[in-house]
T-cell receptor, first 111, second 116 residues
Framework: SQQGEEDPQALSIQEGENATMNCSYKTSINNLQWYRQNSGRGLVHLILIRSNEREKHSGRLRVTLDTSKKSSSLLITASRAADTASYFC???????????FGSGTRLQVQP | GAVVSQHPSWVICKSGTSVKIECRSLDFQATTMFWYRQFPKQSLMLMATSNEGSKATYEQGVEKDKFLINHASLTLSTLTVTSAHPEDSSFYICSGSGTSISYEQYFGPGTRLTVT
């Protein structure tokens, strides 16, 4: 079963704006990852944040993690039309090797 | 990063037939491979985890006799959908992990299965 939910389910913004996506999960985790998926394609790993980290940056990406609230957010700054894709968070519960994915956010960046 | 390929990228088959999907790790040895299923506009759902040389572990609700998984070598895992039905139409994605650090999973490009 899915680990949690993401919101919003869909997000449409203009190029240059920032996009924020949120992810909530249900159980304790070792780490949380964010992936991107272009329509009908495979997954691209974006960033991983460990359970003892609160914030992480990678280029235009900023990820936060609040383990007390079991939530994470992904911020994409200065969005581009090429950022249009679905974004999924994925968690790795302790003792399990498989990833559990959130429901995903479909991001549309209008040029 | 490491590369995982899937073959075929898409397949159309008739109801009642079987379809085999291959997942290969091209430049690393995948001791563990994972198979996921994704329905349109939905998230990825883990189907099974397979370790090289041993039987796959299936998630609750996934029929092991319908979705046969073989992981006979460190670079190849196969998923066979037996007696496929239209409701099996989906996007199947595999991933491979070559280390004990489980977050290092590398995903294949996926296989689109359409059962008519």
């Amino acid at each position: 079963s899915q680990q949690g939910e993401e919101d919003p389910q869909a997000l449409s913004i203009q190029e240059g704006e920032n996009a924020t996506m949120n992810c909530s999960y249900k159980t304790s985790i070792n780490n949380l990852q964010w992936y991107r998926q272009n329509s009908g394609r495979g997954l691209v790993h974006l960033i991983l944040i460990r359970s003892n980290e609160r914030e992480k940056h990678s280029g235009r990406l900023r990820v936060t993690l609040d383990t007390s609230k079991k939530s994470s957010s992904l911020l994409i700054t200065a969005s581009r039309a090429a950022d249009t894709a679905s974004y999924f968070c994925a968690t790795e519960p302790p003792g399990r090797r498989a990833l559990t994915f959130g429901s995903g956010t479909r991001l549309q960046v209008q040029p | 990063g490491a590369v995982v390929s899937q073959h075929p990228s898409w397949v159309i088959c008739k109801s009642g037939t079987s379809v085999k999907i291959e997942c290969r790790s091209l430049d690393f040895q995948a001791t563990t491979m994972f198979w996921y299923r994704q329905f349109p506009k939905q998230s990825l759902m883990l189907m099974a985890t397979s370790n090289e040389g041993s039987k796959a572990t299936y998630e609750q609700g996934v029929e092991k006799d319908k979705f046969l998984i073989n992981h006979a070598s460190l670079t190849l895992s196969t998923l066979t959908v037996t007696s496929a039905h239209p409701e099996d139409s989906s996007f199947y994605i595999c991933s491979g992990s070559g280390t004990s650090i489980s977050y290092e999973q590398y995903f294949g490009p996926g296989t689109r299965l359409t059962v008519t």
